[in-house]
C-alpha cells in the first residue's frame, strides 16, 4: 500500500482540470477564447499574439514547420445559411482554417469546414488540432497592411447590407470576407 504523502504528491502533479487554462511562460499573454456576434452568426477565436516571424514563414513559399499543418483559428456560428464568393455555406457549426503559402508557392488559402464537434478550440493552445469535417468552400486569401499592428488575433463581424463582412485583423496584416443571406 501506498504511503498517504506519496499518493499526495502525485495526485498533486496530475493534469489540470478540464476547463483550467495552462499559464503561458512569463512574459507571453494568455492565449483565451474571444466572441464577436453579428445578426446571423457568432464567431469565437483564440487571441493568438501577434508573431511577425510566423506569419512571413506562412506567408512565405516553403517547408517549414508553420508551412506544414493548416490553422484553425476560429468558430463560426452561422443562424442561416449564407452565401460566400457565390457558394452556399449551411447554416451551423463550422471551422474557419487558414492554409500557408505550399512549398511549389500556390499561396495561402482560407477555408471553411462543416464540423460536428461543439467545439475545437481550447484556451492556452494556440496550435489547436483541425477538427475533422466537410469542406464546404476553400479559395485563396490575401492579407493586407494594416493601418496599425493589433497585439493579437481580432476577428470582428461587421453588418452590411444583405449578411455581413468577416474581417481578420492578425498583427499588421487583414483580410475580410462578404457573407450574404
Known sequence: ???ALFVTLILSQA???PGDTPNPPEGKPKVTIHKA???DAQVFYLSIPWGPNTFA???SPGEGFYNRRSWPFARLQTKTALK???I???AGNLALVFHPNTPD???MSLEVRRIHVPEFLEEGNA???TPEGETVWRAPVRFDTAAGTAPALKVEILPETGGFRLKVQYGDRWTSKEFLR
Open 15 to 17: 493534469a489540470p482540470a
Open 88 to 90: 452556399e455555406i449551411p
Open 84 to 86: 460566400l464568393d457565390g
Open 127 to 129: 496550435m489547436t488540432r
Open 57 to 59: 514563414a506562412m506567408e
Open 1 to 3: 500500500m501506498l504511503p
Open 37 to 39: 456576434e453579428g445578426p
Open 105 to 107: 508557392n500556390a499561396g
